[in-house]
């Protein structure tokens, strides 16, 4: 054996026991691997770990004991080197779904290796598969390629196996069990004519790296999955939170136009309809906005924010002033924050006693997003104030967040009064789109 051929022999056999060693340690940590795959894992691993430890005793008995030791270590080597085959046979049918116990095609693969092993066990009794020559040279008998057959016969199955199977599988496992299987076949089917024990080393590391790559690919998707599924859970959280938050806003206006209604129907029945028609209108859009947990368009929005106006119109005449300068309009924000956000400021606002309230609403559009201002000339509020309109504002601020990262500021107006900006930006969330275009 010439010195080169001890070191590649040396080093092939470090890295696959290196690489048998790092997949029985992440088999064994990994929580997400399922009882079965976990016990073929481990047994794969811990078969090429002793095939390891073997071809480095092997190596060293050969220099200090000699010819003996290495009739009884190549016995070994080349037994635990046939065992992955009908292996990665039982771990594809695995991965198929179909039942490994009651499938012809693992009978069949049990079968020949059961030849092979018989094959393997007569070098003991014959010289004709394979001896070692008084020289301690590894020589091939007239029969090898017959005790080389079955395991040809078994990469073969494989091989065909996968690709009727393919279908079944997921494309990172597919191409997994190409690596695993197609380099030893050829390697197999070449060493039935020409000694190639290095190539089939390789290959046999390529294979375990293959089976590496699956555990770890099973582990990246499981962490993915785990990944998504919290987040979904977050979002459905958050979004049920901003739901609460919506409705924190909502009671005190409906009880003061019923109120209003009530005392209208004795004094002014017409203008008791009207407000009705429009309260009824607002209360539609209302519900319906509730039901959605994405973006919407900002139109719909201006329109709930209209049908609001409608009603405080008709209940303050002319003590409410409203402007729009609204040309920019396409864009998408969470469904019931501009009309919140005046709500507040007719709310706050607002007293019959005072001067009459005014109250502009603009949108303009930036580089990166689009901007909401609604200001109005009421008595305004500090930035210090724990009171009620920070708090209705603060729940519209968050919901800006969590469903398309938008801000709201707050500011002094510049007749004295309330202003409050709204920026969007220009990448709404995706999600929000594909919920709209599912919804609609």
Avoid at 2 to 28: D, K, N, P
Avoid at 354 to 370: A, D, F, H, R
């Amino acid at each position: 054996m010439s010195e080169w051929y001890e070191i590649f022999s040396f080093s092939i056999v470090s890295v696959a026991l290196m690489l048998s060693v790092l997949g029985i340690w992440f088999t064994a940590i990994f929580p997400t691997l399922d009882k079965w795959s976990k016990k073929f894992f481990l047994a794969y691993f811990t078969i090429l770990m002793l095939c390891s430890l073997i071809s480095l005793a092997d190596v060293i008995f050969y220099r200090y004991v000699g010819v003996m030791t290495q009739v009884f270590f190549g016995f070994l080597e080349i037994l635990l080197l046939s065992m992955p085959l009908p292996m990665i046979t039982a771990f594809l049918i695995h991965c198929c779904k179909k039942d490994i116990k009651s499938n012809i095609v693992f009978r069949v693969v049990l079968g020949f290796w059961a030849a092979f092993f018989l094959l393997l066990v007569s070098t003991f009794f014959t010289k004709h598969i394979y001896y070692i020559s008084p020289n301690e040279q590894f020589q091939r008998g007239a029969w090898f390629p017959i005790m080389i057959v079955p395991l040809n016969v078994i990469t073969v199955l494989n091989f065909v196996c996968l690709i009727r199977w393919r279908k079944l599988i997921s494309r990172k496992y597919y191409y997994g069990f190409l690596i695993a299987t197609v380099p030893l076949a050829v390697t197999l089917l070449v060493h039935t004519v020409v000694d190639v024990t290095a190539l089939i080393d390789i290959s046999t590391v390529l294979s375990a790296v293959s089976m590496f790559g699956l555990i770890l690919s099973a582990q990246i998707e499981q962490n993915l999955r785990q990944q998504r599924e919290i987040t979904r859970q977050q979002q459905e959280i958050a979004y049920q939170r901003a739901s609460v938050m919506v409705l924190q806003m909502r009671p005190h206006f409906i009880y003061n136009t019923l109120m209003s209604i009530y005392y209208l129907i004795a004094q002014d029945t017409e203008k008791a309809q009207k407000i009705t028609l429009d309260f009824s209108t607002y209360l539609r859009k209302n519900f319906t906005a509730l039901a959605k947990d994405y973006a919407i368009p900002f139109t719909e929005e201006l329109e709930h924010t209209r049908a609001y106006l409608a009603v405080e119109k008709t209940r303050f005449e002319d003590h409410l002033f409203v402007e729009f300068d609204t040309p920019h309009t396409h864009f998408r924000i969470p469904p019931l924050t501009l009309q919140p956000i005046v709500e507040n400021a007719i709310k706050h606002g607002l007293d019959p006693e005072l001067n009459p309230l005014y109250v502009t609403i603009k949108t303009s559009q930036s580089e990166s997003g689009s901007i909401i201002t609604v200001e109005d000339t009421g008595p305004g509020f500090g930035d210090s104030d724990n009171n009620e309109p920070h708090i209705a504002l603060a729940n519209i601020k968050e919901r800006l967040k969590m469903m398309c990262s938008g801000t709201l500021t707050v500011s002094a107006g510049k007749s004295g009064g309330t202003k409050v900006t709204v920026f969007v930006p220009n990448k709404v969330k995706q999600d929000d789109r594909k919920r709209s275009r599912k919804n609609q």
